[in-house]
């Protein structure tokens, strides 16, 4: 109690000009979070899945670089967080998202414009840790195999389901029915993003998991791992689509962001980081 009054004493002291000052500083924190104009240019935020990272880096680098004062904040996260984070009251402008699902529900609640468009494909593939005995499929069911999924609310991880019932249902593999019942039994973590997943392979606290077939770079650059091949049959298309957002204050910028991403320089820059184009 005596520190607070104590505090509330200097703050009492304080002249208006200063206090003028802190009013200042928090308005234009506040106005810097989403796309708003500055003396500089103009900021947009972006928000995209976690898939998109690097691929989100080189395309804002370019972009700012062909539109001199104006800057483009990123961040990344499950599509399904993300998503909850907007439709509780966060501000952006650009949404991208690794499924239809999350991009469908900012629709239905206003919250995303149209048009909107699909910018990039990827699909799934297994990875191992080369501490692991693990080299075929077959062996992820395996007793005491370690095995790491995303989340079944984010994208990565109803993909990685699909993918695990496909392989199960391909009869040309005779990995039989009770595969994937099997698998499940070593499924001893669920992440919140599909990073989350590469990088405990990565680092060996888990045995297997799968991730996106553009994760993996990501996921050699911070440890050894091996690729389990699967078959295409058993290939789940992720589709990604983008879209500004209906709270945006700086809608032309987001519409140049969005169609820059969409541009030929945007697409081989995401051919570059391994997407598939539509």
């Known amino acids: 109690m005596g520190s607070l009054l104590n505090l509330d004493l200097v703050i009492g002291r304080m002249n208006l000009p200063l206090l003028s000052l802190f009013a200042l500083i928090a308005a234009f924190g506040a106005f810097i979070?989403?796309?708003?104009?500055?003396?500089?240019?103009?900021?947009?935020?972006?928000?995209?899945?976690?898939?998109?990272?690097?691929?989100?880096?080189?395309?804002?680098?370019e972009f700012?670089?062909?539109?001199?004062?104006?800057?483009?904040?990123?961040?990344?996260?499950?599509?399904?967080?993300?998503?909850?984070?907007?439709?509780?009251?966060?501000?952006?402008?650009?949404?991208?998202?690794?499924?239809?699902?999350?991009?469908?529900?900012?629709?239905?609640?206003?919250?995303?414009?149209?048009?909107?468009?699909?910018?990039?494909e990827n699909t799934m593939t297994v990875i191992a840790s080369a501490q692991s005995e693990v080299r075929r499929l077959e062996d992820l069911v395996k007793p005491d195999v370690r095995l790491v999924l995303a989340q079944t609310v984010v994208p990565a991880g109803v993909y990685s389901h699909q993918m695990l019932k496909n392989l199960a249902q391909d009869q040309t593999l005779g990995l039989g029915e009770l595969y994937e019942k099997?698998?499940?039994?070593?499924?001893?973590?669920?992440?919140?993003?599909?990073?989350?997943?590469g990088q405990k392979v990565a680092l060996a606290e888990a045995d297997a998991g799968v991730v996106y077939r553009t994760d993996v770079p990501v996921a050699r650059s911070i440890g050894d791992i091996l690729v389990i091949e699967t078959p295409s049959s058993s290939d789940v298309i992720a589709e990604?689509?983008?879209?500004?957002?209906?709270?945006?204050?700086?809608?032309?910028?987001?519409?140049?962001?969005?169609?820059?991403?969409?541009?030929?320089?945007?697409?081989?820059?995401?051919s570059d980081h391994g997407f598939a184009l539509p």
Request: glycine content about 8%.
């Open 33 to 61: 979070a989403c796309g708003g104009k500055n003396d500089a240019g103009t900021t947009i935020k972006v928000m995209a899945a976690s898939s998109l990272t690097e691929a989100f880096q080189e395309l804002a680098e």
């Open 64 to 120: 700012e670089a062909g539109h001199p004062g104006d800057i483009v904040r990123l961040e990344f996260g499950g599509s399904q967080r993300l998503r909850s984070q907007l439709a509780f009251g966060a501000e952006a402008d650009v949404f991208a998202s690794a499924d239809h699902r999350q991009m469908d529900l900012l629709l239905a609640a206003g919250l995303a414009a149209t048009p909107v468009k699909i910018f990039a």
């Open 182 to 197: 099997s698998i499940h039994r070593n499924l001893v973590s669920e992440e919140s993003n599909v990073r989350g997943v």
């Open 240 to 270: 990604y689509p983008i879209a500004t957002l209906t709270n945006t204050e700086a809608p032309e910028l987001a519409h140049e962001f969005v169609a820059f991403v969409l541009s030929d320089a945007g697409r081989s820059v995401l």
